[in-house]
């Protein structure tokens, strides 16, 4: 099932939500691999913890190519304006804000970076799950 945009429920402003932070490696599914895998769509499902969440619903993406720590000071500054808008290897992140089946609702992210010269493959990661204040 690939998952579908929904606006309906989805509050203007982040103070609408409660945030709990969870910072945590996940393992990802999709019912079609994305073309580009340092480059993903939305997974159809995620595992954390030992339990699958079926996603539902993308209710938002966005991408990051910020450079962090020592990455931040190894360009020069006219390559480093062009690298923010379209991403340098290894540096970016992808954030998918989605609903799963039971109406919970998590931010995740691919993080490009490479674990290590033998695994160039990047890291999906639980960023947090969003409760709506009442």
Not at 34 to 43: A, E, I
Not at 58 to 84: F, I, K, S, V
Request: overall charge positive; aromatic content about 14%; glycine content about 6%.
């Amino acid at each position: 099932m690939r998952p579908i945009t929904f606006h309906a429920s989805r509050p203007k402003k982040m103070s609408d939500w409660q945030t709990h932070f969870i910072g945590e490696a996940i393992t990802v599914a999709y019912d079609q691999p994305p073309l580009y895998s340092k480059r993903p769509d939305c997974p159809a499902r995620f595992t954390w913890r030992g339990q699958t969440f079926v996603i539902v619903a993308m209710l938002e993406r966005w991408q990051d190519y910020g450079r962090r720590g020592r990455m931040a000071q190894n360009m020069q500054p006219e390559h480093l304006a062009r690298a923010a808008e379209r991403g340098s290897w290894g540096v970016g992140r992808f954030y998918f804000r989605v609903q799963v089946e039971d109406g919970r609702i998590f931010e995740l992210y691919y993080d490009r970076a490479p674990k290590n010269a033998d695994d160039r493959h990047g890291a999906w990661f639980l960023s947090r799950e969003l409760v709506r204040r009442m």
